[in-house]
């Protein structure tokens, strides 16, 4: 399922048009990664949990050449499903 099929099925359940559905769908994007970005974490209980982990600097190696090279410090996004979300899929 893509963004565009996403927006179909909240259309089709809720009655909605594609472009209201469309807005939905976005507004709720945008408030996760707002919120990652402030560095909270959101909780959509039975659903899961995104949240945000540094990782560390490291160092790594080009494998055309074996030359040596940095990799900088960075934060993920990482999701852990919940209970509802696993039996659902079990």
Do not use: C, W, Y
């Amino acid at each position: 399922m893509n963004k565009n099929d996403l927006v179909a099925h909240v259309a089709d359940s809720v009655g909605l048009s594609k472009t209201d559905a469309t807005k939905a769908v976005e507004a709720v994007l945008e408030g996760i990664a707002d919120s990652l970005k402030k560095g909270d974490e959101v909780r959509l209980v039975g659903f899961g949990t995104f949240a945000v982990t540094e990782r560390a600097a490291s160092e790594g190696r080009n494998p055309r050449t074996g030359e040596k090279i940095a990799i900088p410090a960075s934060k993920q996004p990482k999701f852990k499903p919940g209970k509802t979300l696993k039996d659902v899929l079990n």
